[in-house]
């Protein structure tokens, strides 16, 4: 099991030898936008860990306490900008490789003008200031319909069909960073990331939390896909080798298409806990297809039940949340 906290970002930090092949294909300084987020550190330290000689540079308004500091300890550089400022944008050194991470959903229902404006116009601004870098950003499958549980989940060449303000205006980074390639050669790649989860947040996190409280899960959207954050991080790293002015966008999660109802009586079996419902499955659900990063990518390094294991063990000991819950149950776009 994981110890704490130290052990686990270590763990999601952990570079192979397939991360620094790829990375070596992308030579040169890394700027990440949005660095202080979910994945931003864990990602900034695994390419720093990959190639300890190259610079890493993580941006971001840093409001968490004593995070900046811990990364600087990690060799990483550090700057403050407010990206939306165009006048900060425009100051941000120059790097061969970006990857993309800014981004706005929950809190995005009331405030959609400045949901729209991180999630498209923001892209906008930062293809604008930086043309030819290799540009790897992160979408998301809400961009995708729901689809039949049995359908094995909506792969690249389903149509996009986004619910909600949040999904339409994330679609709308998808195409700035098309329109880059197309009008000014931009090379990028874009990661439609369905469910990164570690053990202080994500479905599982949520889901096993529930089970530990004695809150009855809702069965409404009652399957999902997981991949361990750790898994996202070097995928999303080894994908500037791929960037390229078509600006490939594939989808990024596990192979399986998991029961949340499953999900919970195996937190139940763990914490001896009785596991409660609410509602049934619908037919359809928010599901990706991942095929083709597997065939980039090879299999996720982590299995599913040894997610289950850590998370279960993690909030069974009071381990820290980071009070983000992931609205798996949302069905009408509306965070």
């Known amino acids: ?93 120059d790097a061969p490789n970006l990857i993309f991470l800014a981004a706005r959903k929950f809190g995005s229902t009331g405030a959609e003008d400045t949901t729209w404006a991180m999630n498209t116009l923001l892209p906008a601004m930062v293809a604008e200031r930086f043309p030819t870098a290799r540009t790897v950003f992160l979408s998301s499958g809400n961009v995708l319909p729901l689809v039949p549980v049995i359908s094995g989940g909506a792969d690249e060449a389903t149509p996009p069909a986004p619910v909600g303000e949040y999904a339409a205006s994330v679609l709308g980074r998808e195409r700035m960073f098309q329109h880059a390639g197309r009008a000014r050669g931009t090379p990028s790649f874009g990661i439609r990331l369905n469910y990164a989860i570690d053990l202080r947040y994500g479905v599982l996190a ?95 390094r982590t299995p599913l039940l040894t997610m289950v294991d850590w998370v279960a063990d993690w909030v069974a000991r009071g381990g820290r949340s980071l009070g983000r819950a992931t609205k798996f149950e949302v069905r009408d776009g509306r965070f």
């Not at 110890?3 to 990440?32: F, K, N, T």
């Not at 306490?65 to 990690?74: A, F, I, K, N």
């Not at 989808?251 to 499953?262: A, D, H, M, Q």
Request: aromatic content about 6%; overall charge negative; hydrophobic content about 50%.
């Open 206 to 300: 949520d889901i096993a939390g529930k089970v530990f409280s004695g809150t009855p899960l809702p069965l409404a959207m009652g399957h999902a896909n997981v991949i361990w954050q750790g898994d996202a991080n070097a995928w999303t790293l080894r994908a500037l080798r791929h960037a390229t002015p078509e600006c490939p966008i594939i989808n990024v999660t596990g192979p399986e298409t998991v029961s949340l109802r499953w999900l919970a009586e195996q937190f139940a079996a763990r914490m001896g806990r009785p596991a409660s419902f609410i509602g049934e499955e619908a037919p359809n659900a928010l599901l990706s297809n991942a095929a083709r990063a597997f065939a980039l990518f090879g299999y996720p």
């Open 1 to 93: 099991m994981i110890a704490d906290e130290a052990a686990l970002e270590d763990l999601l930090s952990r570079p192979d030898d397939a991360l620094r092949e790829d990375l070596a294909a992308a030579p040169g300084d890394i700027l990440v936008l949005g660095a202080a987020g979910k994945m931003g550190p864990t990602l900034c330290r695994a390419a720093k860990r990959a190639d300890p000689s190259r610079r890493v540079i993580a941006i971001a308004r840093w409001s968490e306490p004593g995070l900046r500091q811990r990364m600087q300890s990690w060799g990483i550089e550090t700057l403050s900008a407010d990206l939306m400022d165009r006048a900060a944008l425009a100051a941000l050194p």
